[in-house]
């Protein structure tokens, strides 16, 4: 079989299931690379098959030796043409890697908004991981979510708010530097937006987890945020996406509230900006990605979604070197939000245009090189083999 990487816009349609193998294995390899470390040993990972949440579960896998359960919407191969997605072959290698090695990896495939995937997962809790959870992670990342009591379907929206903004943008699939216009979102766009993205669905989890009796004493529970900087605040933390991150931390408070009579713990984490299948479609984003990535490199400390949740496990959330704000969210957001790295990243930005940002003046390269291995293309240490859809449909997630 050939593997195709299909493009429209921002947005990839193909992918290399062999690929994603290596792309994991990778991923794994890094992380034992930086050594064991004292970490969870029964971890519930809520949107775990890429980017954030499958980094979350290979360094807590492979560096704590966790036990983890995965909860993810995916699809599988179809045909030749419809071989599914990447999130799919992930998720499925992880758990031959993590088995491989004497660990527990469940995977459940579904709709994690859902009242089944709820009781599934505290069901498998319950009877085959051991009774407990000792910390759970949402990381989510949906543009649609279906209301399990009323069946009303609502679609999140990336605008502003009451502004319009002009900036530039790329293309990927037409290799193209625009000029793109972003209009102000109405106020239902920003209610359905905080519906889908904010913390309403990290609070039933937790509501139902604790009802079950399914959380261990001391249980910490994390929800990924970012917040950005001024350069990217009148699309982002200014915006629709913005105002569902500031839900989190909202339904945060709650979640500390009720779990205080088991000692548990909900942290806002402000991630880094990372290239993912979510963030490449923001509009202006790839173009801040590329004057901020050319200048990390050179300071030495660009980090892919690997490295970045590695060092926050590792380092700061089961290390000794945390770093919270005042709002007593964790800061690993501190190497990109540097002025230093802020202003020298405005100035670049400031000078990049169609004929110059694929160059290597810019970080083009690493940006595309990333987001390319999101669907398990231009892959380190990629080795092709041959295999037929038969055995892609036979593979068991």
């Known amino acids: 079989m050939k593997f195709e990487h299909k493009l429209r816009g921002n947005v990839s349609f193909g992918v290399n299931p062999i690929g994603c193998k290596q792309e994991v294995l990778n991923q794994i390899n890094y992380v ?38 995965g909860v993810s919407f995916e699809k599988g191969p179809k045909s030749e043409k419809n071989l599914g997605t990447a999130g799919w072959y992930n998720n499925i290698y992880f758990k031959q890697f993590a088995e491989a090695e004497g660990l527990v990896a469940k995977n459940f495939v579904g709709d994690a908004f859902s009242h089944e995937s709820k009781a599934e997962v505290i069901e498998y809790i319950k009877n085959e991981f051991g009774g407990k959870v000792d910390l759970v992670v949402y990381s989510l990342a949906s543009g649609v979510r279906v209301d399990p009591d009323t069946g009303v ?43 889908v993205m904010g913390g ?36 982002y933390g ?11 931390e909202v339904k945060a408070a709650n979640i500390n509230a009720s779990l205080a009579d088991i000692n548990g713990k909900a942290t806002i984490v402000v991630a880094t900006a990372v290239t993912t299948k979510a963030s490449s479609v923001i509009p202006f984003f790839p173009v801040y990605c590329l004057g901020l990535y050319r200048v990390m490199e050179d300071n030495g400390t660009h980090e892919t ?40 990243t405005e100035a670049l930005i400031m000078t990049i245009d169609a004929d110059n940002f694929d160059s290597d003046k810019t970080g083009y390269a690493v940006f595309m090189k990333e987001f390319n291995n999101l669907s398990g293309f231009d892959v380190d240490n990629y080795v092709d083999e041959e295999v037929t859809l038969e055995e892609l449909m036979a593979l068991e997630y």
């Open 32 to 69: 034992k690379e930086q050594g064991a470390y004292d970490g969870p040993k029964k971890v519930l990972i809520i949107g775990a098959s890429s980017s954030y949440g499958l980094a979350t579960r290979i360094s807590l896998a492979f560096g704590a030796k966790a036990d983890t359960i």
């Open 153 to 195: 379907r609502y679609n999140s929206v990336i605008k502003s708010i009451n502004q319009t903004v002009v900036g530039p943008h790329i293309d990927i699939s037409k290799h193209e530097f625009q000029e793109h216009t972003l209009e102000p979102a109405t106020e239902e766009e920003i209610a359905n937006t905080v519906k």
């Open 200 to 235: 309403e669905d990290w609070q039933f989890w937790m509501e139902d987890l604790k009802e079950a009796g399914v959380l261990a004493d001391g249980v910490l529970t994390v929800n990924y945020s970012y917040l950005g900087s001024d350069l990217n605040r009148p699309y």
């Open 238 to 248: 200014g915006g629709t996406l913005g105002r569902a991150k500031a839900d989190c």
């Open 305 to 344: 979604p690997i490295m970045h949740q590695d060092r926050i496990y590792r380092t700061m959330l089961y290390g000794n070197a945390p770093e919270y704000d005042d709002e007593g969210r964790l800061r690993p957001d501190n190497w990109e939000l540097d002025p230093e790295v802020q202003a020298a």
